[in-house]
């Protein structure tokens, strides 16, 4: 399920969503924060133009609001269910998972819809 070839691996590791050869991003790192968006124009392996339309990843602030509601879940179970806080620190753990995984939730973001709109093909791994 998450071996090369599924859509969750390019999902979570942000890879060319039709080859998997290589990322799609300029740098690795999310939490460089004046690179975190910026994005190979095409893939160097099989030539897929990330930015289908212009503003194309204008929709993923619609997915990186579901990816934040699940990390807010996440932080609130983990403080107030896990470690047993009270609800006012399970809030503020809350905003600071929010604010500290920011990049890495504005990149699964952009991960998961572009996945919705390009799938991957073992053709194009072989050029
Ligand atoms: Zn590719």
């Known amino acids: 399920m998450f071996t ?3 859509k969750v691996y390019s999902m979570l590791t942000g890879v060319c969503p039709k080859c998997h050869q290589e990322s799609m991003y300029v740098t690795k790192n999310p939490y460089i924060l ?3 968006l910026k994005m190979h124009e095409k893939c160097s392996h099989c030539d897929t ?3 289908i339309e212009p503003s194309f990843f204008y929709g993923a602030m619609y997915v990186s609001y579901a990816v934040g509601i699940a990390f807010a ?3 609130f179970v983990i403080s107030y269910l896990f470690i047993g806080t009270g609800l006012v620190t399970a809030f503020i753990a809350i905003v600071c998972t929010l604010i500290v995984f920011t990049p890495v939730i504005m990149r699964l973001a952009r991960n998961i819809w572009i996945n919705m709109f390009m799938s991957y093909d073992k053709n194009l791994v072989k050029k």
Request: glycine share 8%; proline share 0%.
């Open 73 to 75: 879940v996440a932080a």
């Open 4 to 6: 090369k070839g599924s």
């Open 49 to 51: 133009k990330y930015r």
């Open 34 to 36: 004046s690179d975190t």
